[in-house]
């Protein structure tokens, strides 16, 4: 396993697996987290900075956190159901947050790209990806300068929001046509590989051994977690999508890849928000692949070890 820091920057919607994302990067040393940024997704923006900010000041997280896109490119907002009205079921953060950064996300974003050395900083957005979007637009060369985005959302074969499309990416498609279809790498960590990351009650148990404020708050959001998926889905175990984006930053052995093209369908009826990764003869030189295979025994072995080291 590498020891060398990486240098990320989360672009969020917290969101309950987007906090376990968020301590996992706080908790892990081989991450130096360079700023966080959020984006209407999960819930309302003002929701889920006010989380960001707040689940910030618990973690000690001294990193910038700047408010950004508070809805879609072009489409209607859409709210998920499983987070709850606050964004974090029925946990409530009593820690003070954090001052919000002045700057919009996407010019924090831009900053922080150009600020640092070129190939230095990874960008990791575990949210609707409207942020990302529109700091490429505004600035784009930051394409050249990032090392890679590594993002949570998609799906190659079964969607979470419809038959085929994943929440991220279906809340903003344009968006994420953007991000996937520049000359940059791109990890596309989608459902196929995240719904392998399941919080099953040993898992909880293993949480709850910790017993630090971090690992009592996360056992909490995750019995509230799998509620929402007991009334929604049917599952009592569920999927904790975001983390597994920020693992394969820290640990990349931990996730089996394929490189395959990846188009975003925004024209179909039944097929918006679709992510196609044609597996069938991708070019040695395409500069996207998607997350196939995680080893769970070792990732909740990251997650466990990070909340270990959180207040």
């Excluded at 707040?54 to 879609?72: E, T």
């Excluded at 979007?133 to 930051?142: D, G, H, N, S, V």
């Amino acid at each position: 396993m590498s020891h060398v820091k990486r240098t990320i920057l989360l672009d969020c919607d917290p969101g309950l697996d987007d906090a376990v994302a968020l301590m996992l990067a706080a908790g892990d040393p081989r991450i130096e987290l360079a700023a966080v940024t959020t984006v209407a997704g999960n819930q309302t923006l003002e929701k889920v900075t006010d989380n960001a900010r707040r689940l910030a000041g618990l973690l000690g997280v001294s990193a910038p956190v700047a408010s950004g896109c508070a809805r879609p490119l072009v489409r209607t907002p859409a709210w998920s159901t499983v987070h709850g009205d606050s964004g974090l079921g029925g946990v409530t953060l009593t820690a003070d947050p954090v001052p919000l950064d002045p700057r919009h996300a996407v010019d924090l974003i831009i900053d922080t790209v150009l600020d640092r050395e070129p190939g230095s900083v990874t960008l990791v957005p575990v949210g609707p990806l409207s942020n990302i979007a529109m700091a490429i637009r505004k600035e784009p060369r930051i394409i050249e300068r990032v090392r890679e985005v590594v993002l949570m959302g998609g799906a190659y074969h079964a969607g979470n929001r419809t038959a085929v499309a994943e929440f991220n990416v279906l809340t903003d498609p344009e968006a994420a046509a953007i991000v996937f279809g520049e000359p940059w790498p791109v990890t596309m960590v989608g459902l196929d590989l995240t719904w392998q990351a399941l919080a099953t009650p040993d898992v909880l148990a293993r949480i709850a051994a910790v017993d630090t404020a971090a690992a009592r708050i996360v056992v909490d959001m995750l019995g509230s977690y799998a509620a929402a998926y007991r009334a929604h889905r049917f599952l009592d175990a569920p999927p904790v999508h975001d983390p597994c984006a920020v693992a394969y930053v820290i640990d990349p052995t931990l996730i089996t890849t394929r490189r395959a093209p990846i188009a975003v369908e925004l024209t179909g009826t039944a097929t918006l928000g679709m992510t196609v990764a044609d597996f069938r003869d991708p070019d040695p030189q395409c500069s996207t692949q998607v997350a196939v295979d995680l080893d769970v025994g070792r990732f909740w072995e990251l997650v466990i070890a990070a909340l270990a080291r959180l207040p």
